[in-house]
């Protein structure tokens, strides 16, 4: 392989991880909005398609792996413009990196944030079936119910000893 071809397919390597970031950051940017919407249907899509990203991010990674080794100081380019546009390309590669992993981070909040809520309400529903369970067995009994909000029934108060 040629030192120009080399060159080259650093060049294209990078363009291609700039564009897989760019769509993972899009991807990223809807994902937030489908969490905050909660619909999960269209985020389990998402999420695939998430996926089929990332692991063109992992292959473009590990091609890109022998050129960490060179020394980029060393590594002649056609021309200015070329290593300039490289250059370019792996700083928006680093920023769009950075943010994506911020966006990730912030999903895994909201979401577990509405992981704690939901769990919150089917404590609150479970109780309050217990309690509409205990209702329903009291009156197979033939026992009036006692409203929460009242003490027992003035008939069974012992009047006499002040009670």
Known sequence: MTT??????????LRQKRQVLTQLHQIGVRQGELVGGGDATLLLKLLGAKQTLLTALQQTE?????????DPDA?????AEHRAAA????????????????MERTHEQAIAAQRDQVARQLRTAHSAHQAAGAYGRQARRGAA?????????????????GS
């Open 75 to 79: 590594r002649p380019w056609p021309t």
């Open 145 to 161: 119910p006692v409203p929460l909000d009242q003490g027992p029934p003035a008939e069974s108060i012992d009047l006499s000893t």
């Open 4 to 13: 120009a071809a080399t060159t080259e397919q650093l060049a294209e390597l």
């Open 87 to 102: 250059a370019a390309d792996a700083a928006e590669c680093a920023r769009l990196l950075d943010a994506v992993v911020q």
């Open 62 to 70: 590990r091609a890109l792996a022998p050129f960490r080794e060179q």
